[in-house]
């Protein structure tokens, strides 16, 4: 274990801490891993009286190793080890609707913030793939079709006149709530099967999960560079932020959650690599699950209210908005519960 910032009497002092204490959480430890196997109810009345006991000594290990800074390698195991034996502790006799509002209302900003830096590297690939379709497509309309299928096109290439393309901004079609309801079911469908792509190939070392972020730029930009050589680049972001700023999060979030299903493979730690997965999984499973109800969200915007809703400023506004409220709820949500 490497030492901390003190250096070498740092690393003396991690070890010291840890030897005192390893035995409560190696034993808390054990009882989370029955209980998530077999369920609390499998335990013998004697475990499930200690469990909590353990569980309290271990959220006190933890703030000690918070406070005196630490080797980051014992703070993240604890921190892994407290948000799973929580679980054990109060999420069988917890309501239902306070187990929803516990989990977006703390432990899913929680995670997304503990591993922002996958979700940086996530954005950054998203981003950069946007940058460069736009920057190919507007040098030649070509490379439009190597970065957008026909079937997700619909008919928006190259070879569409202006005229169509406007049309598609702002008419919303048939307004019937039958065929609203099944476009945002389509949609919703669609965008999941993206994020959900994005997290399973975390399992195959991560570079697929940046292969399939950057593709996604890439169509995102050549969309950009079409509209933008026919004066209609305010009116396409317009028609697409307002649920785009959700449905992309949600997405890089499940690439996010991906890359740490890579690191837990390549770079296990003081776990086997299995063992890695097992952990990094379940906390990668949350931001995933809390990232699909982003999905839900966004396809009803899209299949909704961009149909119904025409006006350019109100479009930007929800964008805005949007982008504002969940800044907000990832920066700050939760972290009086998570102290």
């Known amino acids: 274990m490497r030492g901390g910032p003190g250096g070498e009497g740092g690393g003396l002092k991690s070890t010291r801490f840890r030897k005192e204490r390893e035995g409560v959480w190696r034993e808390l430890e054990r009882l989370v891993e029955r209980a998530e196997k077999s369920g609390v109810r499998s335990l013998p009345a004697e475990l499930v009286a200690r469990l909590p006991l353990l569980y309290r000594a271990t959220l006190s290990s933890l703030s000690v190793a918070r406070a005196i800074s630490l080797d980051r390698n ?13 679980f054990c502790v109060y999420g069988t006799t917890r309501p239902l609707g306070h187990a929803v509002s516990g989990f977006f209302g703390s432990r899913f900003p929680a995670a997304v913030r503990r591993y922002r830096w996958h979700m940086a590297m996530a954005l950054l690939f998203l981003l950069l793939g946007t940058l460069v379709g736009h920057v190919l497509v507007a040098r030649d309309p070509d490379w439009y079709y190597v970065f957008v299928g026909e079937e997700m096109a619909g008919g928006r290439d190259p070879a569409a006149t202006t005229e169509f393309l ?8 048939d307004r019937s709530t039958a065929r609203l309801g099944a476009f945002a079911s389509f949609l919703f469908t669609h965008n999941a099967r993206i994020g959900m792509l994005a997290f399973a190939l ?20 050549a969309f950009g560079a079409l509209y933008a050589s026919r004066g209609l680049g305010v009116e396409l972001w317009g028609w697409l932020l307002p649920h785009g700023v959700t449905e992309l999060l949600a997405v890089v979030l499940c690439g996010g959650a991906g890359l740490m299903l890579a690191q837990a493979l390549v770079f296990p730690g003081r776990h086997t690599r299995l063992r890695n997965l097992a952990i990094k999984g379940r906390e990668a499973g949350v931001i995933v699950l809390g990232a699909v109800a982003m999905l839900l969200v966004a396809g009803l ?24 409220l969940w800044g907000f709820y990832f920066a700050r ?5 998570q102290r």
């Open 74 to 86: 014992l703070v993240d195991y604890l921190e892994s080890l407290c948000a799973r034996a929580y």
């Open 166 to 173: 406007r049309e598609g901004l702002f008419d919303g079609g």
């Open 202 to 221: 975390g399992f195959v070392a991560g570079i697929p999960v940046y292969l399939l972020l950057f593709s996604t730029g890439l169509m995102l930009g």
């Open 301 to 324: 915007i899209e299949g909704f209210f961009r149909q119904l809703v025409q006006d350019q400023v109100v479009r930007y506004l929800v964008a805005t908005t949007s982008f504002v």
């Open 333 to 337: 949500v939760g972290r009086e519960a």
